[in-house]
C-alpha cells in the first residue's frame, strides 16, 4: 500500500494488491485496481489479462472472462498462455471439448510438453473417459524427457483407475496458476 501510494502504477506492487483481494473473494476491488494499471507495460502486457480473466470468474461472468484473454492471442509470445487459461476457464465452466481443443494447441509443437501442460491436459483427459489418450501423453513426455520420474504418479493413478483432481476450481486456484 505504502509503494502504490508513492507510484500508483508499481507493477509488483499492485498485483500482490491484487492477488491480496482475489484470495479475500473481493473480486470487484481486484477489478477496480486492475483496470487502472496501463495494459501496455512490462508485465503488465500479460498479467492484465490473465488476472482480469480470473476476475471475471470470480464474479461469475465466464463470457467476460474468455473475451479479457483475447489481447493474449494477438502476440505469438502470449499464444501459449491464451491457449491454457482459455481451457482452463472452459475446463471450469464444464466445456471440456473446448478445453481440450484450447490445451491440444498448445502442445502441438515438438519440444512443447511442459510438465504442467501434461499434468492438466492428462487429468482432463482421464476425468472425461480418455484414459488412452492420457497414457500416450504421459508416454509421449516420458520420451522427450526420458530422466524425468515425474509421469510415475500419474500413470500408477491412471493403472489403478481413481480420477485425479480438478486442478482449478475457484478464481483464486486461476490467478495462482497465471502467477505461475
Avoid: C
Avoid at 461469475?60 to 501459449?80: C, H, I, Q, T
Avoid at 481443443?101 to 502441438?108: D, N, R
Avoid at 473417459?129 to 492420457?134: C, F, L, P
Amino acid at each position: 500500500n505504502r509503494i502504490v501510494a508513492q507510484a500508483p502504477a508499481a507493477p509488483i506492487a499492485n498485483m500482490v494488491l491484487i492477488v491480496a483481494a482475489i484470495r479475500d473473494g473481493k473480486f470487484a476491488a481486484a477489478r477496480e485496481r486492475l483496470v487502472a494499471l496501463p495494459k501496455d507495460e512490462g508485465m503488465n502486457t500479460f498479467m492484465v489479462p490473465l488476472l482480469g480473466a480470473w476476475i471475471l470468474v470470480g464474479l461469475g461472468d465466464m463470457d467476460g472472462a474468455l473475451e479479457a484473454l483475447k489481447p493474449l492471442n494477438v502476440n505469438k509470445g502470449f499464444k501459449a498462455m491464451f491457449d491454457l487459461h482459455t481451457a482452463l476457464i472452459n475446463e471450469m465452466a464444464g466445456h471440456s471439448a473446448i478445453a481440450i481443443e484450447a490445451y491440444e494447441k498448445t502442445i502441438e509443437k515438438p519440444g512443447s510438453l511442459s510438465l504442467r501442460l501434461v499434468e492438466l491436459l492428462g487429468s482432463l483427459y482421464e476425468r472425461t473417459g480418455r484414459a488412452d489418450e492420457a497414457k500416450a501423453l504421459y508416454r509421449r513426455y516420458m520420451s522427450e524427457h526420458p530422466t524425468s520420474p515425474l509421469m510415475g504418479p500419474a500413470l500408477a493413478r491412471l493403472e489403478e483407475g481413481s480420477a485425479p483432481r480438478h486442478p482449478v476450481t475457484t478464481a483464486g486456484e486461476g490467478a495462482a496458476e497465471a502467477m505461475f
